[in-house]
């Protein structure tokens, strides 16, 4: 076998291997999806759990807008800015973050940098999106993708009182 086989060879081996790797981050995210019971995804399901006590709506807000964020993630900038746009008096916007350097305080969104809660509700992909309800439960959940309508989803969530829509 010649060298020049041997290293098409390799390169054919390696591309196959990432295949395999992306093929199962892909099944990953839509098991996440998809599943709601902690056996499909691995981490345990978050909708009608209670979300941490620094997330819950405050007084007279009929919700809290979570977005799960990391801080190396160039569309997560975009979420924040989206949310900005649908915070109000009744709708409380959070954004937990890995780590506050890289993200611009926008309008309305309060910035969060609280390990312990972001570790309850990361579900192994961000940007997510959780709506949490006056009793402190999250009532939805929805991972953004760079095709996503941000606003329509932003506003969806923000109008959205009962129900699950994961």
Not at 87 to 99: C, E, I, P
Request: net charge negative; charged share 20%; aromatic share 4%.
């Amino acid at each position: 076998m010649s060298i020049a086989v041997s290293v098409a060879l390799l390169a054919l081996l390696v591309a196959l291997f990432a295949l395999v790797a992306l093929v199962a981050v892909y099944a990953r995210v839509r098991a996440l999806e998809a599943g709601r019971a902690a056996g499909l995804s691995g981490y345990a399901a978050l909708v009608g759990r209670p979300a941490p006590a620094v997330v819950r709506p405050g007084p007279g807000q009929r919700r809290t807008l979570v977005a799960v964020l990391d801080a190396d993630c160039g569309l997560c900038h975009e979420v924040v800015a989206a949310l900005a746009d649908v915070a109000d008096t009744a709708v409380r916007v959070v954004a937990l973050v890995d780590r506050a350097d890289g993200f611009a305080p926008a309008g309305g969104v309060v910035l969060l940098v609280d390990p312990a809660a972001r570790a309850d509700l990361y579900e192994g992909y961000a940007p997510t999106v959780l709506a949490v309800d006056p009793a402190g439960a999250v009532r939805d959940r929805s991972f953004v993708y760079p095709d996503t309508d941000l606003p329509a989803l932003a506003g969806a969530l923000a109008r959205e009182t009962e129900g699950a829509r994961a």
